[in-house]
């Protein structure tokens, strides 16, 4: 099958295929320019620098404290990813007798894609529905002192998952178990 195409048709091609590069290209140096938006700032007193410092001289050595938090497992890269953790030792009290972190996996998979959406291009993890990739929660039990690392029976599939939510939660020298429930299973929605 022979198509044939008229001179004036070509150029009404290569004139339109010209636009869409250009476009393109505009559209590439425009998120690589330099932010043009000045900053106003003040500099910091002599005491407020030494609290600043001596704050961060008291969280030194907190980072491999035992952690709450949620987390998505990518089984195709075999990591974590999505993580959001905090250290136990921020809250002070404990909610229907465990301690967990405020986010949840909705509201965060909605934030980071839309993250994704407009400032990477749309690559990256957050595709599809947050409920759909294997999740789960860590949880704490002050009266047991117990972590409870919650997630669906997609961790049967994916049992390499377990050592990198100890790892990532600092959990290897704390007193952990791994339970499932069927709100992280694969397909299960918030209620």
């Given at each position: 099958?022979?198509?044939?195409?008229?001179?004036?048709?070509?150029?009404?091609?290569?004139?339109?295929?010209?636009?869409?590069?250009?476009?393109?290209?505009k559209?590439?140096?425009?998120?690589?320019?330099?932010?043009?938006?000045?900053?106003?700032?003040?500099?910091?007193?002599?005491?407020?620098?030494?609290?600043?410092?001596?704050?961060?001289?008291?969280?030194?050595?907190?980072?491999?404290?035992?952690?709450?938090?949620?987390?998505?497992?990518?089984?195709?890269?075999?990591?974590?990813?999505?993580?959001?953790?905090?250290?136990?030792?921020?809250?002070?009290?404990?909610e229907?007798?465990?301690?967990?972190?405020?986010?949840?996996?909705?509201?965060?998979?909605?934030?980071?894609?839309?993250?994704?959406?407009?400032?990477?291009?749309?690559?990256?993890?957050?595709?599809?529905?947050?409920?759909?990739?294997?999740?789960?929660?860590?949880?704490?039990?002050?009266?047991?002192e117990?972590?409870?690392?919650?997630?669906?029976?997609?961790?049967?599939?994916?049992?390499?998952?377990?050592?990198?939510?100890?790892?990532?939660?600092?959990?290897?020298?704390?007193?952990?178990?791994?339970?499932?429930?069927?709100?992280?299973?694969i397909?299960?929605?918030?209620?």
């Open positions: 099958m022979t198509m044939t195409v008229t001179e004036e048709e070509l150029q009404r091609i290569v004139a339109a295929a010209v636009k869409l590069a250009l476009k393109e290209v559209g590439i140096e425009e998120r690589n320019e330099e932010p043009t938006t000045q900053v106003e700032t003040t500099e910091m007193g002599a005491e407020e620098l030494d609290e600043a410092m001596r704050l961060m001289q008291s969280n030194r050595g907190k980072g491999d404290e035992p952690m709450v938090g949620i987390f998505w497992y990518s089984p195709q890269r075999k990591m974590l990813f999505g993580v959001r953790s905090h250290r136990i030792s921020d809250y002070t009290k404990a229907y007798g465990c301690i967990s972190c405020s986010e949840i996996h909705k509201d965060v998979w909605k934030k980071e894609y839309h993250r994704q959406k407009y400032k990477n291009d749309g690559i990256g993890p957050y595709t599809g529905a947050y409920e759909m990739v294997p999740r789960g929660r860590i949880f704490y039990n002050p009266d047991t117990v972590f409870t690392i919650a997630v669906g029976n997609w961790i049967h599939q994916y049992p390499e998952a377990v050592p990198l939510i100890v790892d990532e939660f600092n959990l290897a020298a704390a007193i952990y178990e791994v339970k499932t429930a069927h709100h992280w299973d397909g299960q929605k918030w209620n």
